[in-house]
């Protein structure tokens, strides 16, 4: 059961301490080696904050010695009540740089905070001091993580960053919800229209279109989370794509499918027939934007898929 920070001594503040910079050193280290590859300037600036994190704990060691000796109890944040809870850097891979700085930022000012309180607790004017001092270093680390970026993201670097981190938002986000846009606004035009024209019915069309964006996106979502574990190809979390690849899916079919909520079926498939047209071009806005395909391209080769199986749709549904 956690403790009441107001509850403990000054022998377990000091322990406590101690295995809080150890823990933030560490979790600098980790930043520090996720974002290498990607993003190795900022790497740096956490190599940098890891050898702070690392001397403010071995002041807090000889502090420690000096008053009680060799042993130093094991107390951790999750011992105390009122610290907040860090995942470890392993659970939220791969890491994203802006989460990274704010992260490191939240734990600075925590850290601070412990300090302070701390300071006013003890008794000892020399531990008063230190604890005192550190609460200024971690005050000041906002001002060393500016420096350092002065220092190291240079504007070139920078560039490279936004460049590595654009790279990864295409692999992990953009690439399997345009697979899922593309799949669901096109493949669910067929039986949409084949429904609608068929039955001229638009609530016949209507659930016919949405057990198809339904289900093509539950069918989507599982194929590109069982594609891969991204641990090679850098494209993150299979769940998180699942996800985003099967929604987008479900949305391209449902868009076109709505208007078919109108009872008059003229006029719903007049709407749902501009609604494809935008869906069509939104595509090939998409795969321009982000993946570097010229828009007349992208739009001949969206367009006339998409007016193949709005045909066939239709034909069947006529026949």
């Known amino acids: ?15 406590l301490a101690i295995s809080s910079e150890e823990t933030d050193a560490r979790i600098y280290a980790d930043f520090a080696a996720g974002l290498k590859a990607d993003y190795p300037a900022t790497a740096q600036i956490f190599k940098e904050m890891e050898a702070e994190e690392d001397e403010h704990r071995r002041k807090l060691i000889e502090d420690y010695r000096r008053r009680f000796g060799e042993h130093i109890p094991l107390i951790r944040r999750e011992d105390v009540k009122g610290f907040v809870h860090r995942k470890p850097v392993w ?5 994203g740089i802006k989460t990274v700085r704010n992260q490191a930022e939240v734990m600075e000012t925590e850290t601070r905070r412990f300090y302070e309180r701390a300071a006013g ?11 005192g001092d550190l609460a200024e270093a971690e005050r000041k680390h906002v001002t060393l993580a500016d420096n350092l970026e002065k220092e190291y993201l240079t504007p070139e670097v920078k560039a490279q960053e936004e460049k590595a981190h654009r790279r990864l938002f295409v692999l992990q986000i953009v690439q399997p919800g ?40 539950i069918s989507m979502g599982f194929a590109e989370a069982a594609s891969d574990d991204g641990s090679l190809t850098g494209r993150g979390k299979p769940l998180l794509r699942g ?11 449902i868009g076109h499918t709505l208007p078919y909520l109108i009872p008059s079926f003229r006029t719903a ?19 321009n934007r982000y993946m570097d395909t010229p828009f ?10 998409g007016v193949l199986v709005f045909l066939v749709g239709i034909w069947i549904g006529s026949s």
Do not use: Y
């Not at 607790?121 to 604890?131: A, C, I, P, Q, Y």
């Open 1 to 15: 059961m956690a403790k009441n920070f107001k509850d403990l001594s000054e022998q377990e503040i000091l322990a």
């Open 91 to 95: 659970m939220i891979r791969p890491l």
């Open 121 to 131: 607790k003890v008794g000892d004017v020399s531990t008063r001091k230190l604890l």
């Open 178 to 217: 345009l697979a899922g846009l593309m799949d669901g606004s096109v493949s669910t035009l067929a039986p949409v229209f084949a429904a609608a024209f068929a039955t001229h019915n638009s609530h016949a069309a209507f659930l016919v279109g949405l057990a198809a964006s339904v289900g093509a996106g």
């Open 243 to 253: 996800f985003v690849c099967g929604l987008m899916t479900t949305a391209g079919g």
């Open 269 to 287: 498939t007049a709407i749902a027939v501009v609604i494809v047209a935008i869906e069509l071009l939104a595509i090939s806005w998409i795969r």
């Open 296 to 305: 007349l391209r992208a739009a001949f080769q969206v367009i006339v898929g």
